[in-house]
């Protein structure tokens, strides 16, 4: 497991055109994971919820094993804490996904930021400079918000039937 977490690493820092199709899809699933694992890290009341909310929104965008999904995550927190900026990590995304693609990025960092019922005044930040380094229109980036935070309320009676149903038992 650290074998594979080094040669992703390593993979990182190579130059973009020193790097095969696999390593390109690496780091494009890396580069995604890092952006989502920095919402997470913009909250200083880091939880649960918005660590599983970065893990389902990987599944969701990868073919990854829950083995793959932990490795990958872990990665993208070290990787997410001596990251001096995003430009290698929006530059791949802009690169290698489609306008879609993007969209859903944003979309899922809404999710992140939400995961926790409360949005922190970093994370928005954060996911508005991101999406303007991912080229997302003002429009496209407000219904990604949209879309995540009508998800999130359709969630949110669930969660509290569950909690009260634990509070009962």
């Known amino acids: 497991m650290l074998r594979a977490l080094k040669d992703l690493f390593d993979t990182v820092l190579a130059p973009p055109s020193g790097r095969s199709e696999a390593e390109q899809s690496h780091f494009l699933q890396l580069a995604t994971a890092v952006l989502l694992v920095e919402v997470m890290r913009a909250d200083p009341a880091l939880g649960v919820d918005e660590r599983r909310a970065v893990v389902e929104a990987l599944r969701g965008k990868f073919t990854l094993s829950d083995h793959e999904l932990d490795g990958l995550v872990t990665l993208a927190e070290e990787t997410a804490r001596t990251a001096s900026d995003f430009h290698r990590f929006t530059s791949a995304l802009n690169d290698g996904f489609g306008q879609a693609q993007k969209i859903r990025v944003v979309e899922n960092m809404w999710r992140v930021a939400f995961a926790d ?15 303007g380094l991912l080229h997302v229109t003002h429009g496209e980036y407000i219904a990604a918000k949209m879309r995540a935070r009508g998800r999130r309320l359709t969630w949110a009676p669930t969660a509290a039937v569950h909690c009260l149903a634990d509070r009962a038992a």
């Open 117 to 131: 019922g409360h949005l922190d005044a970093h994370e928005h930040h954060l996911i508005s400079r991101v999406a």
